[in-house]
């Protein structure tokens, strides 16, 4: 039984040597191969180096052309923030009166509608048909953007009244502005609610022109939104406060006449119309008071409502100006005449080694 088990021993080690080896012989084999793959293709390489130059020469030389090509740019930028100050009106306190001076932005709950505020046909109306002073020429905005984009040498809209009464060609004209400024135009905003407004365009005057308007467009609406309930609040009063003070003076002037004409009378029905006419105007008296007091506090607030962009940076001139690197333009289409050899390279590696396999599996199909 010792001598069995010596040779069994013996066999399982001598199995164990048998795999072991096979597994060198296998990732030598493997290696081999990936350096004998390696060396053939570098040989093509060296054989074909002057027609894998062309393809890279010539993308780098369009890449460089096409670099040259491209037009500088220029950006504006307008940085501001939405306020949520309140005046202090000196000699009032505390009291009841600061009541009246409410939040400007507390109408608006979610400012992260700025973007859609901004490119709506009401506001963008407003902006594109704002006149403006561009190259030394007043015009709409969307004037100086057609001639400068669109090579147009006259004014394309000579009035505007509102979008719904556009002709079809004109209202196809305003989306098709619409539309490209939305290319040329970024709102971005950061957990601060600080928020940016960037304007990228061929020309640098009309990049810092159309910022501000951009700018001045959405402080007018925001402003407009924002003052809207006190604007009505005091049209409505001072509508009401002419109303009474015509029927105080009818009441006053009623009760002298009456006055007039009963100044002997003592009789119980004299006086009883001087107390009525008495009445009313004691009345219109309070009722009065009370309309001009309400007048001028709504006239306080609708003033004391403050705008709601604080502007933190403006544009100047000159503008930052983006030029296209063309080295980086050369560069980069050197790589795709890099890939177009490389693809040459395996197409030549696989006709050597695969291509009648291909063709004798294609005929046999």
């Given at each position: 039984?010792?001598?069995?088990?010596?040779?069994?021993?013996?066999?399982?080690?001598?199995?164990?040597?048998?795999?072991?080896?096979?597994?060198?012989?296998?990732?030598?084999?493997?290696?081999?191969?990936?350096?004998?793959?390696?060396?053939?293709?570098?040989?093509?390489?060296?054989?074909?180096?002057?027609?894998?130059?062309?393809?890279?020469?010539?993308?780098?030389?369009?890449?460089?052309?096409?670099?040259?090509?491209?037009?500088?740019?220029?950006?504006?930028?307008?940085?501001?923030?939405?306020?949520?100050?309140?005046?202090?009106?000196?000699?009032?306190?505390?009291?009841?009166?600061?009541?009246?001076?409410?939040?400007?932005?507390?109408?608006?709950?979610?400012?992260?509608?700025?973007?859609?505020?901004?490119?709506?046909?009401?506001?963008?109306?407003?902006?594109?048909?704002?006149?403006?002073?561009?190259?030394?020429?007043?015009?709409?905005?969307?004037?100086?953007?057609?001639?400068?984009?669109?090579?147009?040498?006259?004014?394309?809209?000579?009035?505007?009244?509102?979008?719904?009464?556009?002709?079809?060609?004109?209202?196809?004209?305003?989306?098709?502005?619409?539309?490209?400024?939305?290319?040329?135009?970024?709102?971005?905003?950061?957990?601060?609610?600080?928020?940016?407004?960037?304007?990228?365009?061929?020309?640098?005057e009309f990049s810092k022109l159309l910022c501000e308007a951009f700018?001045?467009?959405?402080?007018?609406?925001?402003?407009?939104?924002?003052?809207?309930?006190?604007?009505?609040?005091?049209?409505?009063?001072?509508?009401?406060?002419?109303?009474?003070?015509?029927?105080?003076?009818?009441?006053?002037?009623?009760?002298?006449?009456?006055?007039?004409?009963?100044?002997?009378?003592?009789?119980?029905?004299?006086?009883?119309?001087?107390?009525?006419?008495?009445?009313?105007?004691?009345?219109?008296?309070?009722?009065?008071?009370?309309?001009?007091?309400?007048?001028?506090?709504?006239?306080?607030?609708y003033a004391s409502i403050m705008p709601l962009f604080q502007t933190?940076?403006?544009?100047?001139?000159?503008?930052?100006?983006?030029?296209?690197?063309?080295?980086?333009?050369?560069?980069?289409?050197?790589?795709?005449?890099?890939?177009?050899?490389?693809?040459?390279?395996?197409?030549?590696?696989?006709?050597?080694?695969?291509?009648?396999?291909?063709?004798q599996t294609i005929k046999s199909a």
């Open positions: 039984m010792p001598e069995n088990e010596h040779i069994d021993s013996t066999e399982v080690a001598t199995d164990q040597e048998v795999v072991v080896n096979e597994e060198e012989d296998t990732t030598d084999q493997g290696l081999v191969q990936v350096l004998r793959v390696g060396k053939e293709l570098w040989g093509i390489v060296k054989k074909y180096a002057l027609f894998f130059v062309i393809p890279i020469i010539l993308t780098g030389l369009y890449g460089y052309y096409e670099g040259k090509k491209e037009k500088p740019t220029y950006t504006a930028q307008i940085t501001f923030f939405l306020s949520e100050e309140r005046p202090q009106i000196p000699g009032f306190g505390g009291g009841n009166f600061s009541n009246l001076l409410q939040s400007t932005n507390a109408s608006f709950g979610n400012p992260k509608k700025l973007k859609e505020y901004s490119f709506t046909e009401r506001v963008c109306a407003k902006l594109i048909f704002r006149k403006a002073v561009f190259r030394g020429r007043e015009d709409y905005i969307a004037n100086h953007y057609l001639r400068l984009n669109s090579g147009y040498k006259s004014s394309y809209f000579s009035d505007f009244t509102s979008v719904r009464d556009m002709s079809i060609p004109d209202y196809l004209v305003f989306k098709q502005i619409l539309t490209n400024l939305k290319k040329i135009v970024a709102i971005d905003y950061n957990e601060a609610e600080i928020y940016s407004i960037t304007i990228t365009t061929g020309d640098e700018y001045d467009n959405l402080t007018d609406y925001y402003v407009e939104r924002a003052t809207k309930k006190a604007k009505i609040t005091v049209d409505f009063l001072e509508e009401k406060l002419a109303m009474v003070k015509a029927q105080l003076e009818n009441s006053e002037f009623n009760l002298a006449d009456y006055k007039d004409r009963a100044n002997n009378l003592v009789t119980f029905k004299a006086d009883l119309n001087e107390t009525r006419y008495m009445r009313n105007k004691g009345l219109l008296e309070a009722l009065y008071a009370e309309t001009a007091r309400g007048l001028e506090t709504s006239k306080t607030n933190i940076d403006e544009p100047h001139l000159p503008l930052k100006k983006n030029v296209v690197s063309t080295r980086k333009q050369f560069i980069m289409f050197m790589f795709l005449g890099v890939f177009i050899d490389i693809i040459a390279i395996a197409v030549i590696y696989i006709r050597r080694h695969f291509w009648s396999g291909i063709k």
